[in-house]
Nanobody, 122 residues
Framework: VQLQASGGGLVQPGNSLRLSCVAS????????IGWFRQAPGKEREWVSC?????YYADSVKGRFTISRDNAKNTVFLQANSLKPEDTAIYYC???????????????????WGLGTQVTVSS
């Protein structure tokens, strides 16, 4: 499986973006898909995850929504009410570990895509 994240860009605070994570080479049905982000000078952090349920970091809960379209082999991250502190490179990653979404540890995700830059600035 290869993953490719896209949909990033430059937006003003309060605006929205929809990030996409497209998989090729295999179906995503059996995978947990997580979104992580890394801001300049900071460690990469977990943002959201989807498998049978959806999971969110407290910092994005209520603003971000994760969803999947299995027919398109794609996972989306709808990011609303964006804040400057959401500025980061966003990565999607896949895991076959059942607890990956619940534990959301980076080392549980063994497949990573290239990131997409999100910049929130006025």
């Amino acid at each position: 499986v290869q993953l490719q994240a896209s949909g990033g860009g430059l937006v003003q605070p309060g605006n929205s973006l929809r990030l996409s994570c497209v998989a090729s080479g295999s179906t995503l049905d059996d995978y947990a898909i997580g979104w992580f982000r890394q801001a300049p000078g900071k460690e990469r952090e977990w943002v959201s995850c989807i498998r049978s349920g959806t999971y969110y970091a407290d910092s994005v809960k209520g603003r971000f929504t994760i969803s999947r379209d299995n027919a398109k082999n794609t996972v989306f991250l709808q990011a609303n009410s964006l804040k400057p502190e959401d500025t980061a490179i966003y990565y999607c990653a896949a895991s076959r570990i059942l607890r990956a979404c619940r534990d959301h540890r980076e080392n549980q995700f063994h497949l990573w895509g290239l990131g997409t830059q999100v910049t929130v600035s006025s």
